[in-house]
């Protein structure tokens, strides 16, 4: 410990303390504070620190799982709906971005600069304003439906219809799928399949985000050496086989980076779900963080909101982890 | 070098007790909170504005308030007043005085962040009985309402002359009001528009002799015939084409599709006239009183009332402010301004005759039903709202279950 560079660790330690410090004051601990207010009764009347704070241990996360109730039956609804959206959004905005990405680092497209912008552009423009234009395209007598006319297709009320797709196409459910129940809902409840409104609040979040993501994946191509797409190229292998085995594999640090972000970035989904629908209709665009958010500040049941969002985070950092362990193994 | 890192844990640790002890700061001091009673205070006041007109009513109603008693008030207006009032009485520093909106006044008042000011106080009697009931929790009444609103039936002229329909035709009943629609349908116009929430269709409960809860807001009582009754006959008008949710006519809100001449009637509260002036300025209408149901009339009230914080400094003054604000002059004044209906019933003469028009909407006021005032209810409510939602393919017995379920949770807990 004590050779010639004893001293650096001290040193060390010095410089990065305004990092620890301001992360310790404005995150670690209102962390931790939201994970004591989990444990408690808290009503949102004075400090949650005091003795007159009835203490609850585990109750507000067991009312979440195996209470029957409303509590449970909203969680698991929103959890549902969080799902499928994640299912879709995931997968389509890592292609689209991906897609995107090679078509701007296309050596032949004239006008790159154009075209990045314009991918790039719905990124940077507010979420609130964009979901409020999407609400306008998405109205029963909007652009969407217009279009849809067009090809003599009735277009659904986006925003007030509240079956699931999979609902919309098998009308009648087989028994045996609403007798069984897990958490409260019907394993038909669980199969519904994400609502028409979902289905536009999908569609807005891949249309932003995979600008985000192109830019992403452009970087990256642009680090892939010339050479070893030329020979490729000399050894005959197709365009397809060239993407395939020799720039997907250079591309892999960024996938995963784009498919992490994504993850993380969809299960909290928040601004859209505020704005453009509150979780209606009938519950259908319910996400835990906006669950967490109405349980807190119109329940007043600080406790369960906070709960909410803790179960939330156990669940992005445990997909994040089996999505860490897949594509390790793959290596 | 583990030594070290433990050291460095400690020291983080050490670092968030102390940011923790800072923390207490914002304690809990609320029962010893110090009283000044006589003298000068320092008013914080805020409102949950309706509009520019509302916020400047206030302003100067406050303003003078404040000259005449020697203290200082300030009015705020809030955008999200249930998150900003959250995180005040979270932080010990509430407002003295707030708007506190009927259907959340029970939540307020169940976790003791408002003081009890209006029980015994002189004068109470001379506000409406219902809208009393809808700020009193626990036989207590907590405050005063600031104004009220109620729903009635609005008619479009042109429409209706259009459909061949006279004055004869205006609905009294839920009979008439089926068969009239039928007729204005048969001439290719949407007959109605009704929110799809329980402040809209909870009126058709009241007609038929039913509600959500009890009068004394500790018992859900969903599941009975006349409610069924109610929500079947209002299932009834959907699913003939007779009556729309404002989403299937593509609009936010009953009061745009009526405005748009989209519907022949509609049923919306006093704040329709504002908007409809203020967006659809050439529309031509009429206000009645709703169809009566099976058990006579029925409407609901809408209300705010003047809430003082628990833990305010200056209760005896806010009490005072408060009694300013709700005189019968007063409440005239703030009518004028903005349009709202005064709480007081030796008012209410006055301002029918200042707006003749709008007698439905007083007479209502005398039969309203005011919102659900039970504490924790709003996810349950809100689960209410859904089913609504979907009423016209729904079953209104297993809707009301459903609700007597949720309810039962929340109240017994």
């Known amino acids: 410990m004590a050779g010639i560079r004893g001293n650096e660790r001290p040193a060390g330690w010095l410089f990065v303390a305004p990092a620890v410090l301001i992360l310790g004051l404005f995150m670690l601990l209102p962390i931790l504070m939201a994970l004591w207010v989990s444990l408690t009764r808290w009503n949102g009347q004075g400090s949650p620190f005091t003795g007159s704070v009835p203490f609850a241990g585990l109750d507000n996360y067991t009312k979440l799982f195996t209470d029957e109730g409303l509590a449970r039956q909203d969680f698991m609804t929103s959890i549902r709906n969080n799902a499928y959206y994640v299912l879709l959004v995931v997968p389509i905005q890592t292609v689209l971005a991906l897609a995107l990405a090679l078509v701007v680092n296309n050596r032949l497209l004239k006008g790159k600069g154009f075209f990045r912008t314009a991918f790039y552009f719905p990124s940077v423009t507010s979420s609130v304003a964009i979901s409020v234009v999407f609400l306008f395209m998405f109205a029963n007598g909007g652009a969407i439906n217009a279009i849809l006319a067009v090809f003599g297709i009735d277009g659904p009320q986006w925003f007030s219809d509240p079956r699931g797709l999979v609902h919309l196409f098998f009308d009648t459910p087989p028994s045996f799928l609403t007798e069984h129940s897990l958490f409260g809902l019907s394993w038909w409840d669980w199969l519904a399949g994400p609502s028409v409104a979902m289905c536009a609040i999908i569609a807005l979040v891949i249309w932003t985000t995979s600008g985000t993501f192109m830019v992403m994946f452009l970087a990256a191509l642009q680090n892939v050496p010339v050479q070893l797409e030329e020979a490729g190229l000399i050894d005959g292998a197709s365009a397809w086989q060239r993407l395939r085995h020799i720039i997907l594999p250079q591309l892999r640090p960024t996938t995963f980076l784009v498919v992490t972000l994504g993850l993380i970035g969809t299960w909290q989904v928040f601004d859209q779900i505020y704005v453009m629908s509150q979780g209606n209709p009938a519950k259908t665009t319910l996400t835990p963080a906006f669950l967490s958010y109405r349980t807190a500040f119109r329940d007043f049941d600080y406790g369960t909101g906070a709960a909410i969002s803790f179960v939330l985070f156990l669940i992005i950092v445990v997909l994040t982890l089996v999505q860490r362990r897949l594509t390790r193994e793959r290596n | ?413």
Request: charged content about 20%.
């Open chain 2, 1 to 413: 070098m583990t030594r070290l890192r433990h050291a460095a844990l400690a020291a983080a640790l050490a670092g968030s007790l102390v940011a923790a002890g800072c923390g207490s700061g914002f304690d809990d001091n609320g029962s010893t909170t110090t009283q000044q009673s006589a003298g000068p205070a320092d008013l914080k006041i805020m409102i949950a504005s309706s509009g520019d007109a509302e916020t400047k009513a206030v302003q100067d109603a406050a303003a003078q308030w404040a000259t005449s008693s020697g203290s200082k008030a300030t009015v705020t207006p809030a955008q999200d007043i249930v998150q900003q009032l959250g995180q005040a009485l979270a932080g010990s520093t509430p407002p003295d005085v707030f708007y506190v909106d009927a259907a959340r006044f029970a939540d307020y008042a169940s976790v003791g962040a408002l003081e009890p000011y209006a029980q015994g106080l002189d004068g109470v009697d001379s506000f409406l009985p219902n809208l009393r009931q809808s700020f009193t929790y626990q036989d207590k009444l907590y405050c005063l309402p600031k104004d009220t609103s109620t729903l009635a039936l609005q008619i479009n002229t042109d429409l209706w002359t259009k459909a061949g329909l006279t004055d004869a035709d205006i609905p009294t009943s839920w009979e008439q009001l089926r068969t009239t629609a039928a007729k204005i349908k048969a001439k290719n116009i949407t007959p109605l528009a009704i929110g799809d929430t329980r402040d809209r269709v909870g009126a058709f409960l009241v007609q038929a002799g039913g509600y959500w809860v009890s009068p004394d807001g500790k018992q859900a009582t969903g599941d009975t015939a006349q409610n069924v009754e109610a929500l079947t006959y209002v299932q009834g008008l959907l699913k003939d084409g007779l009556a729309k949710y404002p989403k299937a006519l593509d609009t936010g809100w009953a009061g745009e599709a009526f405005g748009k001449g989209k519907v022949a009637m509609t049923i919306e509260g006093n704040w329709i006239k504002g908007a409809l002036n203020a967006d659809f300025p050439d529309i031509k209408y009429t206000v009645k009183e709703l169809p009566a149901g099976p058990k006579g009339k029925g409407t609901l009230s809408f209300t705010q009332c003047w809430g003082i914080a628990a833990k305010s400094q200056f209760k005896q003054q806010a009490v005072a402010f408060v009694q300013a604000m709700t005189s019968a002059e007063q409440q005239l004044s703030f009518s004028k301004a903005f349009g709202v209906m005064p709480s007081r019933q030796d008012a209410q003469a006055t301002y029918q005759q200042q707006n003749p028009s709008d007698a439905p909407f007083v007479a209502g006021a005398q039969y309203a039903q005011g919102p659900v005032n039970a504490p924790k209810m709003d996810s349950v409510l809100a689960d209410l709202d859904a089913g609504l939602q979907g009423l016209q393919g729904g079953d209104p017995k297993a809707l009301l279950q459903r609700f007597d379920k949720n309810a039962k949770t929340a109240l017994g807990g």
